[in-house]
């Protein structure tokens, strides 16, 4: 059974850090990796990503804050958050490409995990 499982959403006072960790598990390979955030009646919108050679991405608005990192060894993904804003408030999701044998390449979603910035 496949799973991405995040952790490190809380509750931060604006200008602090936060550091989202998502491991995956059950996969043969994993591919690219993400961070997608959904504020509330907002669209889900991705917030960084991150390929097997390093290669990162960034939405405009986090850039200079936001690091995207990975340990390929561990199958997990880091979003290191810093200087947050109350903006950036919203359910993080992990989204990965996986490999199974039976199924070939699938994109995969996380539960999701709350960040909240308070003002």
């Known amino acids: 059974q496949v799973h991405l499982v995040e952790s490190g959403g809380d509750l931060v006072q604006a200008g602090g850090s936060l550091r989202l960790s998502c491991a995956a598990s059950?996969?043969?390979?994993?591919?690219?990796m993400g961070w997608y955030r959904q504020a509330p009646g907002k669209q889900r919108e991705l917030v960084a990503s991150?390929?097997?050679?390093?290669?990162?991405k960034y939405a405009d608005s986090v850039k200079g804050r936001f690091t995207i990192s990975r340990d390929n060894a561990k199958n997990t993904v880091y979003l290191q958050m810093n200087s947050l804003k109350p903006e950036d408030t919203a359910v993080y999701y992990c989204?990965?490409?996986?490999?199974?044998?039976?199924?070939?390449?699938?994109?995969?979603w996380g539960q999701g995990t709350q960040v909240t910035v308070s003002s």
């Open positions: 991150i390929i097997d050679e390093g290669s990162t």
């Open positions: 989204n990965a490409d996986g490999y199974l044998s039976g199924t070939g390449w699938r994109n995969y």
């Open positions: 059950g996969f043969i390979s994993i591919g690219a």
